[in-house]
């Protein structure tokens, strides 16, 4: 596709989700009782259904079909911008989360701590607007983003006006992440026009960051700006504690931030890997991340509570992640024998596990190559072995590994891919497909793990060759 027709298909197509946006978005007045069929049944719903699709489709195509041609770094920031304009005065899209921020923020502004107990308690005056399954469940994210939202709903007063404002930040994060991106893909030998449009062209970024209004933009923001600083300056302490901090914000908004805090320190070196110059360079940065999230927790007056927050994603089932799809396709396989066996504790467990173990093996595997790439990894073996995966969690991976790695187009399909997930108004496709979905993603599942173990063998044997070679 011509760069000047891609440009302005990806246009038709955020309008059409716009549109589509005041026809059946994620409104407050929307039915939490939703699914496909009613949507279908409901006032205008072919022709909502219809934008809806047509509208992703032509987006996704177009940032597909650029993706290793994108002409300047200007070019793709004009050609974002222009995509993300219809989807700025729209209702929200695809989720319906903003409004429990909302409710959050108004619980906090009441003195309450949305950690010990949930929005229902207060009540929140807009409780209607949120899902029965989260009203008694406690908040998952950081404390710097819980004090926001109160201060939002405090000087507000006002669903929609809170509303506008938590777009704002939104944007104010997919602004953050243009500025810095350029800088830490240059810094890691990727060209920052090819980055940008990976990392902001998709549409994860319209639907759900923009649109749906993710507190995931701010977060992802702060992240990339913490590690941009770092990489651009080994071995000084101002900046390496400046970029600490960044990265300690992030996590203030959603603790995930964290996962790519080791990493950092390891960016942090000037030469080479020694736990001297870790300890001396890598500590700045270590420090500052901790002293912020610590910092921002004594601020809001709040104690560690998002941990119980994070446990309440069990409560979702869905085939979009891998260790709940696992546990689904066993469930399946051993009914026809008559057992009812609900393997998602386990296949999940084992996920956090597998999780555990590999986050170390990464660090100790950056200590010597690109640290800022296994960051990348870092984040998307989170997402891929966490018990839930909604579509904007790829953004964290996606946009890392758009600027640290020189080809990314394995992620840019998977964004593809989860932007067709969800329903404009916030319906998850996964809960309706499950007896398909699982087992699909468990064969997935099954092909990825095979390939990665004859990988690591093949690279296993030039080594073993070569030290035997010295041997004799």
């Not at 941009?228 to 914000?249: E, K, N």
């Not at 409560?315 to 393997?343: E, M």
């Not at 084992?350 to 640290?371: C, E, K, Q, S």
């Not at 398909?436 to 044997?461: D, F, K, N, Q, Y």
Request: glycine share 12%.
């Amino acid at each position: 596709m011509p760069l000047h027709l891609a440009r302005w298909t990806g246009l038709a197509g955020s309008t059409m989700l716009a549109v589509a946006a005041f026809l059946g978005g994620a409104l407050p007045s929307g039915s939490h009782l939703a699914n496909p069929v009613r949507i279908w049944q409901g006032p205008n719903g072919p022709l909502l259904i219809a934008l809806w699709v047509v509208g992703l489709a032509l987006s996704a195509g177009a940032w597909w079909s650029v993706r290793d041609r994108v002409p300047s770094a200007r070019w793709a920031l004009v050609t974002v911008g222009l995509w993300l304009v219809p989807l700025l005065v729209a209702p929200p899209l695809g989720s319906r989360d903003v409004y429990a921020y909302a409710c959050q923020g108004a619980t906090y502004a009441a003195g309450f701590s949305p950690y010990e107990q949930g929005v229902s308690a207060l009540p929140c005056p807009w409780l209607d607007t949120i899902s029965p399954i989260w009203r008694d469940t406690p908040a998952p994210y950081g404390p710097l983003f819980v004090l926001v939202s109160g201060a939002i709903v405090a000087a507000t007063d006002s669903l929609v006006a809170s509303i506008v404002v938590f777009r704002l930040l939104a944007v104010a994060g997919v602004g953050l992440t243009a500025a810095v991106l350029p800088v830490l893909a240059r810094r890691c030998g990727v060209a920052p026009g090819r980055a940008l449009w990976l990392a902001l062209g998709s549409p994860l970024v319209g639907v759900h960051l923009v649109s749906g209004a993710h507190n995931d933009a701010l977060m992802v923001g702060l992240l990339v700006a913490g590690l941009a600083v770092v990489a651009s300056r080994p071995g000084r302490p101002g900046p390496l504690l400046a970029g600490g901090v960044l990265l300690g914000l992030a996590a203030g908004i959603k603790v995930t931030a964290l996962v790519v805090v080791p990493f950092a320190a390891l960016a942090a070196l000037a030469g080479g890997y020694s736990v001297r110059a870790l300890i001396r360079d890598g500590g700045w940065v270590v420090g500052g991340a901790v002293a912020t999230v610590v910092g921002a927790t004594l601020a809001a007056g709040l104690d560690f509570g998002w941990i119980g927050g994070l446990e309440q994603g069990g409560l979702v089932i869905g085939w979009t992640s891998p260790p709940t799809a696992v546990g689904q396709t066993f469930g399946y396989l051993v009914l026809p024998f008559g057992w009812h066996i609900d393997a998602l504790p386990v296949t999940r467990g084992i996920g956090l596990a597998v999780l555990l173990l590999l986050l170390p093996w990464l660090l100790w595997r950056a200590r010597t190559r690109d640290a800022l790439w296994h960051a990348g990894l870092a984040l998307t073996a989170t997402v891929a072995l966490a018990p839930l995966f909604h579509p904007w969690y790829w953004t964290w991976p996606l946009v890392v590994l758009a600027a640290t790695a020189r080809r990314a187009d394995w992620a840019a399909l998977v964004a593809l891919v989860a932007s067709f997930l969800v329903l404009p108004d916030g319906t998850g496709l996964p809960r309706y497909t499950k007896t398909v979905g699982a087992p699909l993603m468990t064969l997935l599942v099954i092909v990825v793990t095979v390939r990665l173990v004859r990988s690591a063998r093949a690279a296993r044997r030039p080594a073993a060759a070569e030290s035997g070679g010295v041997r004799r």
